[in-house]
């Protein structure tokens, strides 16, 4: 019998022996692999804190203690051992277990999270808050190395040291962020574990333990642990953590369940800020994803045997991105690129390999990205800087003051734009053309194809005039290739097709949904107007007055919330206009929208193909 199946809480965790828990170890590594080679997920990094995990909810009395997790695409060992055993197969699925802390799942989920650098801020509140309550509750927050590099991480550490509250925050270190991490915080980090003189004090540290007297006991060990914390502040930078007011701990080895449990114990008896430094390798346990962390990252199914992918799958919106800026760099030195830790996610992997000195992987830190750009575009380079829609909401301030405000050519290619799928509501990107086209100066662009975002990427590069912005979504747009390709245009749309009974403007990869959605209504008797409007910002005035001019209804459509979207700014313009014309938006309602397959959010929020259809049906016969 697998010890697995007689867990149901961490408290059946606390009652077993070391060598049980290196057992479960083992089986938790064997669920997380069968369960997301079928379903796909975040595989790496929860291979690579099993252990911790372990060791967390044994010392810690969970769930009265709260582990908070940072951004939580770790926590698939926590969500095994706290209940949801039976339902892990479902990880990821319409109806299932989220790939990310839920509160509603579970009362051991403190949390819900799905972004990087917020969980240090989130445990001081929660731990100040107990202690105003006058609740002894323990927060831990448990932080990578690629997400302590935040800003918001730094701030809080910065006022955690101030108010000398009690708070554990882990260091999950394992070199990694989604692709390796960056920065100086990234070398500093490393050298603290790799250090030939640290690693030699440390061995020798635990050597002098076999020359002490056997009849010491417990006294031996204590003697030598002294002795190796002595020798190791002697070597160690863990200045840093201690002048920002933590009592700093570590390294202490990921992996090793003894040395983990021997650690937090200690900890927990301790009081005020403390830091523990611990050592994890990402994919540990599965040679695929140790091999190839990055990819392992973040997966579609796979085959467990390979680790390779069991779809590669057509033409997408990111592997054209990549492409086209390779072919923009080889023909212009001033292009550069620029990802906050998400090089592969974006599809400049091949654009680090062909130019690796115009690459800039700034780490998990969107905000300094956008400003980071600024500062090439002031140095004559165009810079485009490729983030994730549901990402660079982080980044708005600087995308008004430092990009917009001074005009200057800075490209956002503002990837996952629209609903992502199986990630859920903290990755869905339907905020963006509502953030975006509120700021002045900002071109906003959305391709209807592969082919639309290559010319749109090549116009925004050779866009002397201001920013821009191109807003695509995840996956292909899974249509044939259109021949003649229209050329890009400031301002000015394309009509796809005539027809008399009202007018259809679909922004970006709705443009496609939509023509299926038109032919679908030729057959029912309906003939419409359809536009691909390629632009949200500036929007085509002259053709979008003159179609009010001869349709009684135009209806806009787009995979964005409806609040201050494109929909909202073609009303404006025909109310402003005093034309008699009814405009009428389907977009995304005002809601959280849950995880799923991508195919079948589209379909619930009434944007397939088919309820586009019966949905301008019904508008359309409505104003006949």
Avoid at 254 to 279: I, S, W
Avoid at 281 to 287: D, H, L, M, S, V
Avoid at 495 to 520: E, K, P
């Amino acid at each position: 019998m697998a010890l697995l199946d007689g867990v149901h809480s961490p408290a059946d965790v606390r009652r077993m022996s070391l060598a049980e828990l290196q057992k479960l170890a083992t089986e938790i590594r064997e669920l997380i692999v069968k369960t997301t080679a079928k379903n796909g997920g975040h595989t790496a990094p929860s291979l690579g804190v099993v252990e911790l995990t372990l060791a967390l909810h044994c010392v810690y009395d969970t769930p009265k203690d709260q582990i908070i997790w940072d951004v939580g695409h770790q926590c698939y060992a926590h969500k095994i051992i706290t209940g949801r055993r039976d339902r892990f197969d479902t990880l990821r699925l319409k109806g299932g277990i989220s790939g990310f802390p839920k509160k509603s799942e579970s009362e051991f989920d403190t949390h819900d999270t799905g972004h990087s650098g917020d969980s240090i801020g989130v445990a001081l509140g929660s731990a100040v808050g107990d202690r105003l309550r006058g609740s002894s509750r323990r927060s831990i927050a448990v932080v990578g190395d690629g997400s302590i590099a935040a800003g918001m991480a730094f701030e809080a550490l910065n006022s955690a040291g101030c108010l000398k509250q009690d708070l554990v925050v882990v260091l999950n270190d394992n070199e990694m962020s989604i692709a390796r991490s960056t920065g100086a915080m990234a070398g500093y980090l490393n050298r603290m574990i790799t250090g030939k003189m640290y690693n030699r004090l440390r061995a020798d540290a635990w050597n002098l333990l076999g020359l002490l007297p056997e009849d010491l006991g417990g006294k031996s060990r204590v003697a030598a642990r002294k002795l190796q914390e002595g020798l190791k502040n002697l070597v160690v930078p863990s200045i840093l953590f201690e002048e920002l007011g933590f009592r700093y701990i570590g390294p202490v080895d990921g992996h090793n369940l003894a040395e983990l449990l021997d650690t937090f114990k200690r900890v927990r008896q301790l009081h005020g800020p403390v830091l523990v430094h611990v050592v994890t390798r990402k994919g540990k346990g599965y040679e695929p994803a140790m091999r190839h962390p990055e990819v392992f990252h973040g997966t579609g199914p796979f085959d467990v045997d390979t680790g390779r992918p069991l779809s590669s799958g057509g033409p997408t919106f990111t592997g054209t991105f990549g492409a086209k800026m390779v072919e923009l760099a080889g023909r212009d030195e001033r292009v550069v690129a620029i990802t906050a830790g998400m090089c592969l996610g974006t599809g400049l992997l091949p654009f680090r390999e062909k130019f690796p000195n115009r690459l800039f992987d700034v780490g998990i830190c969107e905000q300094h990205a956008v400003a980071f750009g600024a500062g090439l575009a002031i140095s004559g380079l165009r810079p485009v800087v490729a983030v994730y829609s549901t990402f660079l909401a982080r980044g708005l301030d600087q995308v008004i003051q430092d990009v917009c405000l001074q005009k200057l050519p800075v490209v956002l290619a503002v990837d996952r734009g629209g609903l992502v799928g199986e990630d859920g509501p903290t990755h869905h990107g339907v905020f963006d053309l509502s953030y975006l086209g509120m700021v002045p100066g900002l071109t906003v662009m959305a391709p209807m194809d592969e082919a639309e975002l290559a010319a749109m990427l090549e116009f925004s590069v050779g866009h002397a005039g201001g920013p821009t912005a191109i807003r695509y979504p995840r996956g292909g747009s899974e249509s044939p290739p259109r021949s003649g390709l229209v050329p890009v245009e400031l301002g000015k749309a394309e009509v796809l097709r005539d027809g008399d009974n009202g007018c259809v403007l679909a922004v970006g990869y709705m443009s496609c949904v939509a023509s299926r959605a038109a032919d679908m209504l030729k057959d029912r008797g309906l003939s419409v107007t359809l536009v691909n409007p390629r632009f949200v910002k500036p929007l085509d005035d002259g053709l979008i007055l003159s179609l009010a001019d001869r349709h009684r209804v135009i209806v806009t459509v787009e995979e964005n919330v409806l609040a201050g979207g494109f929909g909202s700014a073609v009303c404006e313009l025909v109310e402003r206009s005093g034309k008699s014309c009814r405009v009428t938006s389907v977009g995304l309602e005002d809601r959280f929208y849950e995880q799923g397959p991508r195919s079948w959010l589209l379909d619930q929020a009434g944007l397939s193909p088919q309820k586009l259809a019966d949905r301008l049906q019904q508008i359309l016969t409505h104003h006949a």
